[in-house]
């Protein structure tokens, strides 16, 4: 598998399980949970776009 690849299937992960974690904080009014989310969610967009950088680069 391309690095590129990696990246971008990684970081929509990453980008799913942060917002699920932000929304389950919400849900139940913990706030270090929800803002856990929130940052693996960035953390996701990151990486994601990262790999989208990488796949332009590669070609």
């Not at 970081?11 to 389950?24: L, R, S």
């Not at 009014?29 to 790999?51: C, H, R, T």
Request: aromatic share 2%.
């Amino acid at each position: 598998m391309k690095s590129s690849t990696k990246n971008k299937t990684e970081g929509v992960y990453h980008e799913g399980k942060g917002k699920i974690k932000e929304t389950v904080g919400k849900i139940i009014d913990k706030p270090s949970l929800e803002a856990e989310g929130q940052a693996e969610k960035v953390a996701g967009k990151v990486q994601k776009k990262v790999g989208e950088v990488q796949e332009v680069l590669e070609d």
